[in-house]
């Protein structure tokens, strides 16, 4: 039979009563499972923040002859507002701060979905007119939404489950 260390008073008692003899203490022993808990969460969302990141830097757009444009140059400006989130999500992960990851994770969620919505009917736009146009342009027209949006969505995703994983305090 292990003993553990009272929470309050310090003294040695046995593990399995909870209820400290000294000084009547109820301890929590389950300690281990939230610290195993706040090291995924933190894993998962830097994990998260980082995606987020990077892929405001990837392809959102891939246009014709092999060229693409990131979220970074082609938002204009939405993509420097979602590495501010990023940002503000490595920081929230960091303080294990479940309100602050969960509201950065949606806010990152909602910015891109409205984006991919806008991106995803301009290229449409772009397809249709190009329907229209010459065979050779259609040769070369080739302009589909980038896997930028995916890594982005993926780590918005990412950050919201690690801010769930968090035990309310
Ligand atoms: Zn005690």
Redesign the pocket.
């Known amino acids: 039979m292990g003993t553990i260390q ?6 040695r ?1 046995i593990e399995k009563e909870r209820i ?6 109820q ?1 929590d022993t389950k300690s281990e499972t939230p610290e195993k808990n706040e090291t995924s969460s933190m894993i998962l969302g830097y994990i998260g923040a980082s995606l987020m990141f990077l892929g405001v830097f990837l392809p959102a757009i891939e246009l014709p002859l092999g060229k693409s444009m990131s979220y970074f140059n082609g938002g204009k400006g939405d993509g420097t507002f979602l590495i501010l989130v990023a940002i503000l999500a490595f920081y929230y992960v960091f303080r294990q701060s479940r309100r602050g990851m969960f509201m950065s994770g949606l806010t990152g969620v909602l910015l891109i979905g409205v984006d991919l919505i806008n991106t995803t009917s301009k290229v449409a736009d772009y397809k249709s007119k190009l329907a229209a146009s010459s065979n050779f342009a259609r040769l070369i027209g080739n302009v589909s939404v980038g896997y930028g949006f995916a890594v982005m969505s993926i780590g918005a995703v990412l950050v919201i489950i690690a801010a769930l994983m968090i035990r309310k305090a």
């Open positions: 009272c929470q309050n008073c310090g003294k008692i400290c003899p000294h000084c009547g203490h301890n």
